[in-house]
Nanobody
Framework: VQLQASGGGLVQAGGSLRLSCAASGRTIRSYVMGWFRQATGKEREFVAGISRSGGSAVYADSVKGRFAISRDNAKNMVYLQMNSLKPEDTAVYYC???????????????WGQGTQVTVSS
């Protein structure tokens, strides 16, 4: 499955962005989907993950209550709604697909190219 993330940009602290991840090649119904981010000089970290049906989701503590992951299997799309953004949310955001829901990047076999999110203070 090929993944392409979009929707990043420059936003002020407290603002919102909605990231999209478009999948092609295979239906995402077969996969758990996740969002990760990587800030300059830091390791890639888990942000959010969602089950195949969309019935359950997990979040990193740092984004809980501010971010929401969702999916539309019919459209082969995954979304990350980001509210109350903080400067520390600045990073390249990646969508990824896996067979099992988890927080480790190594569990995800397919990755999109990333989209830059910059939050100014």
């Amino acid at each position: 499955v090929q993944l392409q993330a979009s929707g990043g940009g420059l936003v002020q602290a407290g603002g919102s962005l909605r990231l999209s991840c478009a999948a092609s090649g295979r239906t995402i119904r077969s996969y758990v989907m996740g969002w990760f981010r990587q800030a300059t000089g830091k390791e890639r970290e888990f942000v959010a993950g969602i089950s195949r049906s969309g019935g359950s989701a997990v979040y990193a503590d740092s984004v809980k209550g501010r971010f929401a992951i969702s999916r539309d299997n019919a459209k082969n799309m995954v979304y990350l709604q980001m509210n109350s953004l903080k400067p520390e949310d600045t990073a390249v955001y990646y969508c990824a697909a896996a067979l099992s829901l988890g927080t480790l990047p190594s569990m995800y076999a397919y990755w999109g190219q990333g989209t830059q999110v910059t939050v100014s203070s």
